[in-house]
T-cell receptor, first 110, second 116 residues
Framework: DAKTTQPNSMESNEEEPVHLPCNHSTISGTDYIHWYRQLPSQGPEYVIH???SNVNNRMASLAIAEDRKSSTLILHRATLRDAAVYYCILTRSNDYKLSFGAGTTVTVRA | GAGVSQSPRYKVAKRGQDVALRCDPI?????LFWYQQALGQGPEFLTYFQNEAQLDKSGLPSDRFFAERPEGSVSTLKIQRTQQEDSAVYLCASSLSGKAGVGELFFGEGSRLTVL
């Protein structure tokens, strides 16, 4: 399976944007890029996913590099509720499971 | 409720005791997963069901761990003769399809097991 590399932690101020990087230099052409996040004492929740083009939804934006070897999850205006561990995960379209790494712990300062 | 429901939320067991953890997936979801999450780490895959069939149990750490989903809905994860290293949060997830690559997994809040 292709691996991802994320920083261990990031800090942000409330109401400022957060840019979470993910490196995946061994990504294959059929790998989707998924982001999940896990709030304290809860199970992971889906944030966003994409293949080649940038994606936007109500929670976040996903910017994918042209060579697909890296991507960035963008939280446009961080709130205290966005403090969580964010996981960047690669999956093939016919994969049935997610393989989590250690993720990035995001702290939001009031 | 509309989400994945797990019970109990917290379980304390004495070493050597058997435990059973229950998962109620979202109605109609074909796929069901169990994950184990140790403190400070990401979730680790344990096993996968498609309806009542257990298609992958490669992540179960030992033969003390057993999972079932007899009618293709509710699932139970059983741990026999618990050991201290079994202490973790056990997460259940379900999805409408069998393809996490293009679909979304919905996770429960987990069952936190502490083995004394």
């Amino acid at each position: 399976d292709a691996k991802t590399t994320q920083p261990n932690s990031m800090e942000s101020n409330e109401e400022e944007p957060v840019h979470l990087p993910c490196n995946h230099s061994t990504i294959s052409g059929t790998d989707y890029i998924h982001w999940y996040r896990q709030l304290p004492s809860q199970g992971p929740e889906y944030v966003i996913h994409g293949l080649t083009s940038n994606v936007n939804n109500r929670m976040a934006s996903l910017a994918i590099a042209e060579d697909r070897k890296s991507s960035t999850l963008i939280l446009h205006r961080a709130t205290l509720r966005d403090a969580a561990v964010y996981y960047c995960i690669l999956t093939r379209s016919n994969d049935y499971k997610l393989s989590f790494g250690a993720g990035t712990t995001v702290t939001v300062r009031a | 409720g509309a989400g994945v429901s797990q019970s109990p939320r917290y379980k304390v067991a004495k070493r050597g005791q058997d435990v059973a953890l229950r998962c109620d997936p979202i109605s109609g979801h074909v796929s069901l997963f169990w994950y184990q999450q140790a403190l400070g780490q990401g979730p680790e895959f344990l096993t996968y069901f498609q309806n009542e069939a257990q298609l992958d149990k490669s992540g179960l750490p030992s033969d003390r761990f057993f999972a079932e989903r007899p009618e293709g809905s509710v699932s139970t994860l059983k741990i026999q003769r618990t050991q201290q290293e079994d202490s973790a949060v056990y997460l259940c997830a379900s999805s409408l399809s069998g393809k996490a690559g293009v679909g979304e997994l919905f996770f429960g809040e987990g069952s936190r097991l502490t083995v004394l």
